[in-house]
């Protein structure tokens, strides 16, 4: 898994996360300075659990 970071047409950042495959598994909200998205990615990484549960309210 990865991440990288883009610029959006009005200027602000934001992120992708990405399968080692590239396939892009999802996308984060807008961000108006870079700082703001690294932050936000630096987040995920220090908190991501890979034990984390996974709650299906689909019914």
Do not use: W
């Amino acid at each position: 898994m990865f991440f990288v970071i883009k610029k959006s047409v009005d200027g602000q950042f934001y992120f992708n996360i990405k399968a080692d495959n590239g396939e892009t598994l999802c996308h984060s909200e807008n961000y108006t300075t870079m700082s703001n998205c690294i932050h936000a990615i630096d987040v995920i990484k220090n908190n991501c659990d890979k034990n984390s549960k996974v709650l299906d309210e689909t019914e």
